[in-house]
């Protein structure tokens, strides 16, 4: 490896502000693997520089926000963390309401939020063999609703999440990140432009934190089909 | 508002301390346990700043608005994503603000076919009505005092590449061929000027 410090600094700073290029984002992750590990300094100027970096954002003005965004961001909180604080003996009524949540897809009409726009079901890479997965969209005023369930994803290491894409050629879409734990499974609701909702191909792809560059690594895809 | 207070230190100048990341901190736990008033707390302390930090590098209000909404909810989804031991929540909050926006402005080509949809060109975040809009800790005028007097420190020449980097998305190879200098150049005033940033503003510590 490397083991110029300085230029490895230079890689933190350009990386701190964003300013990377795609091939030394990866001599970067090659020796944040190989050497930061080890090197309690460069951890140091690692964080160090990330938070002058953002803190640069408090130079700015701070601008108004709307009412109307606040009840927009709240509205979309998923409320399925608070499961985790359920006792044992709900999981298994949970569990048949999953259940009957299936049925109740294939079977009775959809009573639930807006319209049904889409679904797809994912299907895995190589870098996720045992995952799979259901996206479904949903009309939800300007925006749309993204549901997201998927199981047997690899857990998130530190710095790591989840993005899930919608895909039209060369262009895609962030609804938004989610990270996994142990058990591989999510669960999450997410939100997408509603002009994202033509877009025929969903993926998630495993990107690091801090990392401006959407990453390579897909996970799973599928294609959506209307409904 | 940023509340901070001097305490002494043996052998060693007086530290400034950030009390505010300490309450940002305790939204933050509150936060893992489901507290919506902790996160609407949290909102109303950044939002406006993670606002200004979208707006200023995506350019649109309606993408920007998506981007403040992406992030705060990723804080919502996963409050365990911030790390005590790798800087303040401030910075975590605006480090994932700014990588969603700079994220965005990288695909050129996306940009250019939304820039196509009149739905995007129309501003979008009205603030006719005063009294819809959110005051709660607009200001955060110390640490902006503070971040603005550390930038001017700086070089005219290192400032303008750490701008055009952080606030503009622009990569450091693009940067250099904007300005007509060498990569090498451009690399060496960011390191530069960013090692004077991290010595101006380490004396606020957490």
Redesign the interface.
């Known amino acids: 490896m490397m083991a110029d410090h300085?230029r490895l600094?230079?890689l933190i700073?350009?990386r701190?502000?964003?300013?990377?290029?795609t091939g030394?984002e990866r001599a970067y992750q090659l020796e944040r693997e190989h050497h930061l590990a080890d090197c309690a300094e460069c951890r140091r100027l690692e964080?160090?520089?990330?938070?002058?970096?953002?803190?640069?954002?408090?130079?700015?003005?701070?601008?108004?926000?709307?009412?109307?965004?606040?009840e927009?961001?709240?509205a979309?909180?998923?409320r399925s963390?608070?499961r985790r604080?359920l006792p044992p003996w709900a999981a298994a009524v949970a569990a048949t309401f999953c259940v009957l949540a299936v049925l109740g897809a294939v079977f009775i009409p959809d009573l639930s939020g807006g319209r049904a726009l889409a679904s797809a079901t994912l299907t895995p890479t190589d870098l996720a063999p045992d995952a799979g997965g259901e996206v479904s969209l949903r009309d939800a005023g300007t925006n749309m609703e993204v549901r997201l369930e998927a199981w047997g994803l690899p857990a998130c290491e530190?710095d790591r999440?989840y993005e899930l894409w919608l895909v039209e050629g060369?262009?895609?879409?962030?609804a938004?990140?989610?990270?996994v734990g142990p058990s591989g499974k999510v669960e999450?609701d997410?939100?997408a432009?509603d002009?994202a909702g033509s877009y025929p191909t969903v993926g998630i792809t495993y990107e690091h934190?801090?990392?401006?560059?959407?990453g390579d690594a897909k996970m799973l895809s599928g294609e959506l089909h209307e409904l | 508002m940023s509340h901070t207070v001097l305490l002494e230190r043996p052998r060693e100048a007086a530290v400034v301390v950030d009390l505010t990341d300490s309450r940002d901190r305790e939204l933050v736990a509150r936060i893992a346990d489901?507290d919506?008033e902790a996160?609407?707390g949290l909102?109303?302390r950044y939002?406006?700043?993670?606002?200004?930090?979208a707006?200023?590098i995506v350019r649109q209000p309606?993408l920007a608005?998506?981007i403040?909404?992406?992030a705060?909810?990723?804080v919502?989804?996963?409050p365990?994503?911030y790390?005590e031991?790798?800087?303040?929540v401030?910075?975590?909050?605006?480090?994932?603000?700014?990588?969603?926006a700079?994220?965005l402005v990288?695909?050129e080509?996306?940009q250019r076919?939304?820039a196509e949809?009149p739905?995007l060109i129309e501003p979008v975040?009205?603030?006719d009505d005063v009294a819809?809009?959110?005051?709660e800790e607009?200001?955060?005028p110390e640490?902006?005092r503070a971040?603005?007097a550390a930038?001017g420190t700086l070089p005219a020449e290192q400032q303008q590449v750490?701008e055009l980097?952080?606030?503009g998305?622009?990569?450091?190879?693009q940067?250099a061929e904007s300005l007509g200098l060498p990569l090498g150049t451009v690399?060496?005033r960011?390191?530069l000027g960013?090692r004077r940033?991290?010595v101006a503003?380490?004396g606020m510590e957490r």
């Not at chain 2, 939002?47 to 930090?53: D, E, V």
């Open positions: 300085e600094e230079e700073v350009a701190a502000l964003g300013g990377l290029e030394d964080t160090e520089y990330g938070e002058v970096a953002g803190r640069l954002a408090f130079s700015l003005d701070p601008e108004p926000v709307s009412q109307d965004l606040e927009r961001v709240v979309a909180m998923p963390r608070d604080r530190d999440y060369e262009e895609r879409v962030s938004g990140s989610f990270t999450v997410m939100n432009p002009f934190d801090k990392d401006p560059r959407a | 489901g919506e996160f609407r909102f109303r939002a406006p700043t993670a606002i200004a930090l707006k200023r309606f608005e998506e403040v909404q992406e705060f909810l990723a919502w989804r996963d365990a994503g790390d031991g790798r800087g303040t401030k910075s975590w909050l605006m480090g994932m603000v700014h990588h969603r700079v994220d990288r695909r080509e996306s076919r939304r949809d739905r975040a009205t603030t819809e809009t959110v005051v607009i200001g955060m640490e902006r971040v603005r930038l750490i980097m952080y606030f998305g622009r990569s450091q190879s940067i690399k060496s960011t390191l960013m940033l991290r503003l380490g």
